[in-house]
């Protein structure tokens, strides 16, 4: 992911993308500058962060202002999770023809 570069940052399991940019990471913390205000990003509350390369799960650390640090438990590479979707299809094709 690029410094600066704009995310979807999701609570969740239910809430609604907010835009988000990208400004650092530091281990497995990553910072972000939420583009407007949202509430629900309270310490502690599970975030999704989206970008075009990968999907982030984590928990929020710390919320000062419009910054957030989101401790990233688990990614999701999106390209290998488009071939294993891909492979999951073509399975499930194969069953049908039996």
């Known amino acids: 992911m690029l410094e600066g570069g704009e995310v979807a940052l999701r609570r969740l399991p239910k809430g609604s993308p907010q835009r988000a940019l990208q400004t650092s990471w530091n281990g497995r913390d990553l910072e972000l500058e939420l ?22 799960l984590g928990v929020v650390r710390k919320k000062q202002g419009l910054r957030l640090c989101v401790a990233v438990e688990h990614w999701l590479d999106r390209a290998k999770l488009a071939r ?8 499930d094709a194969g069953d049908g023809q039996q």
């Open 84 to 91: 294993i979707q891909a492979l999951w299809n073509e399975s």
């Open 35 to 56: 583009v407007a205000d949202a509430d629900e990003f309270d310490p502690g509350a599970p975030a999704e962060i989206e970008t075009n390369d990968a999907i982030y």
